[in-house]
């Protein structure tokens, strides 16, 4: 099916505001890790621009590459290949004036955990802009980490830029008695070489997963595992140190992170943190760090599901969160954003769409300046069809208040214990219809196999009809990857 008869099912089969465009993936994954940043926004004097690392999973022949907008996400176009030898692989990016870096990586589904590979290995790149030719073009590939082993495997990288403008890159080790290493490597050369420093982590529980990220003057690495009881760990430097220094290693807080990467993480641009987790009993909870440490959770949505994923935004000094939250009758799934207040607390929400099938995976840029559309990108996957795709929703912060707040929410946790209840108006707008009607199938056992993708076979039984599958593939929790 070709891209035009896509865009037309979708607009077809859904009414909203601005209706979504949409990217053609083989599956609801494709936006995997929920930890990474898949989208970001570039500002530039013709106006700005947003561009999306997709793992298109083999569809079209199509593996890792990268998509631009020039009008907000109404529509979409290749910009380029990033690499198309994995249908694995997957992308952490960075925005540097009107340039991107990138880092990718393996990324397999729950189902196929990690296994070792000669091929496993970490790259950086650079995607530079050109303004005469009005395109991003991508420098050639850097090997950062490199596997040696068929029994060994680099996964689930990341990338940071400090104030200092060294690029540091993350990444889990699969060692050869299966362990897992947290291993970083600093560049202070724009990219071109990369050190190796002392791992910040030995002995990670199962799969590790995380968050790199700059709070200004200084870099954090968040991290957790599979383990289901691992508790969450940081550490944390000073850009003004030697790269070799990190604090030692301390407890953020003693629930773990639904898989490690079930998460989504802003710096707050006062020298700390926003974060919305899935803890290991499927909740999605708010924390901040102040600086100094991670204040108390704030519940975000009470009712815990294996496929809820959190997308976090913060314009200017305002929070969003996209999210997907299962359907009451257990067919399908709903789509949100909602505001944040300063201290996790959830306010008005907007609804974009009820999917029929799965949908999930949410993926929007981690800092937009204020005033502008709050973006975000889901993956879907109906309940019948054929049209696979990552949908993009637009909306803006001021229309969340104008419309129906039906989603539940959980009290937060402050010391005089009351309740806190979203509340909304009216809505001023018809209600989401369901996207579902646009229909998609799956035709061969490989091209299932790749749908499920980090879900691994939840996935496809979160696509399935009935109620009794849908409420059996949501308790499956340990088959299901969180990015």
């Known amino acids: 099916m070709g891209w035009a008869a896509v865009t037309g099912l979708l607009l077809a089969g859904m009414t909203a505001a601005t209706p979504p465009s949409a990217i053609p993936v083989r599956g609801g994954n494709a936006l995997t890790l929920p930890a990474h940043r898949h989208i970001v926004r570039v500002s530039r004097s013709?106006?700005?621009?947003?561009?999306?690392?997709?793992?298109?999973?083999?569809?079209?022949?199509?593996?890792?590459?990268?998509?631009?907008?020039?009008?907000?996400?109404?529509t979409w176009k290749q910009e380029g290949i990033i690499h198309d030898g994995s249908t694995y692989d997957r992308a952490d990016l960075v925005v540097v004036g009107k340039d991107v870096a990138l880092v990718y990586a393996v990324e397999t589904p729950d189902s196929a955990g990690i296994s070792g590979s000669t091929s496993r290995d970490v790259y950086f790149q650079w995607w530079r802009y050109s303004a005469s030719k009005n395109h991003w073009l991508p420098d050639t590939p850097v090997r950062v980490f490199d596997s040696t082993s068929s029994s060994t495997a680099y996964y689930r990288a990341e990338l940071a830029r400090d104030s200092k403008g060294r690029l540091w890159v993350q990444a889990f080790f699969r060692e050869k008695d299966a362990s897992n290493t947290l291993v970083v490597s600093v560049s202070s050369d724009g990219g071109s070489t990369f050190r190796t420093q002392s791992a910040l982590a030995h002995g990670v529980p199962k799969r590790g997963g995380g968050r790199l990220i700059s709070l200004g003057s200084r870099l954090m690495m968040l991290w957790s595992s599979h383990d289901g009881h691992d508790t969450t760990h940081y550490r944390i430097r000073d850009d003004s140190a030697s790269?070799?220094?990190?604090?030692?290693?301390?407890?953020?807080?003693?629930?773990?992170?639904?898989?490690?990467?079930?998460?989504?993480?802003?710096?707050?641009?006062?020298?700390?943190?926003?974060?919305?987790?899935?803890?290991?009993?499927?909740?999605?909870?708010?924390?901040?760090?102040?600086?100094?440490?991670?204040?108390?959770?704030?519940?975000?949505?009470?009712?815990?599901?294996?496929?809820?994923q959190p997308a976090l935004v913060r314009a200017g000094s305002s929070l969003y969160l996209f999210y997907n939250q299962p359907r009451s009758d257990g067919t399908g799934y709903r789509l949100w954003v909602r505001a944040l207040s300063s201290s996790g607390k959830p306010g008005a929400g907007k609804e974009l769409a009820s999917v029929s099938g799965f949908a999930g995976y949410p993926a929007a840029p981690d800092v937009l300046p204020s005033g502008?559309?709050?973006?975000?990108?889901?993956?879907?996957?109906?309940?019948?069809?054929?049209?696979?795709?990552?949908?993009?929703?637009?909306?803006?912060?001021?229309?969340?208040?104008?419309?129906?707040?039906?989603?539940?929410?959980?009290?937060?946790?402050?010391?005089?214990?009351?309740?806190?209840?979203?509340?909304?108006?009216?809505?001023?707008?018809?209600?989401?219809?369901?996207?579902?009607?646009?229909?998609?199938?799956?035709?061969?056992?490989?091209?299932?196999?790749?749908?499920?993708?980090?879900?691994?076979?939840?996935?496809?039984?979160?696509?399935?009809?009935?109620?009794?599958?849908?409420e059996w593939g949501r308790r499956r929790r340990t088959r299901a990857l969180p990015g």
């Open 372 to 470: 502008v559309q709050l973006v975000c990108f889901f993956g879907i996957e109906p309940s019948s069809g054929s049209s696979y795709r990552l949908s993009f929703f637009s909306t803006s912060a001021s229309s969340l208040k104008s419309q129906t707040v039906a989603a539940k929410q959980a009290p937060d946790e402050d010391a005089d214990g009351e309740r806190f209840t979203a509340t909304g108006g009216p809505s001023s707008s018809p209600p989401p219809q369901d996207p579902g009607v646009l229909a998609s199938a799956m035709t061969s056992p490989s091209q299932q196999a790749m749908a499920a993708g980090c879900g691994g076979a939840s996935a496809m039984l979160a696509v399935g009809v009935t109620f009794i599958l849908m």
């Open 46 to 74: 013709e106006g700005s621009m947003l561009l999306a690392a997709v793992q298109q999973g083999g569809q079209d022949g199509h593996g890792l590459r990268m998509f631009r907008s020039d009008n907000g996400g109404s």
């Open 243 to 308: 790269v070799s220094s990190w604090s030692s290693a301390r407890t953020a807080f003693s629930d773990g992170i639904y898989h490690g990467a079930a998460m989504s993480a802003v710096a707050d641009g006062n020298g700390g943190l926003h974060l919305v987790y899935k803890d290991n009993s499927e909740r999605l909870l708010y924390r901040r760090f102040d600086g100094n440490a991670f204040g108390s959770a704030v519940k975000v949505l009470e009712d815990g599901d294996w496929a809820t």
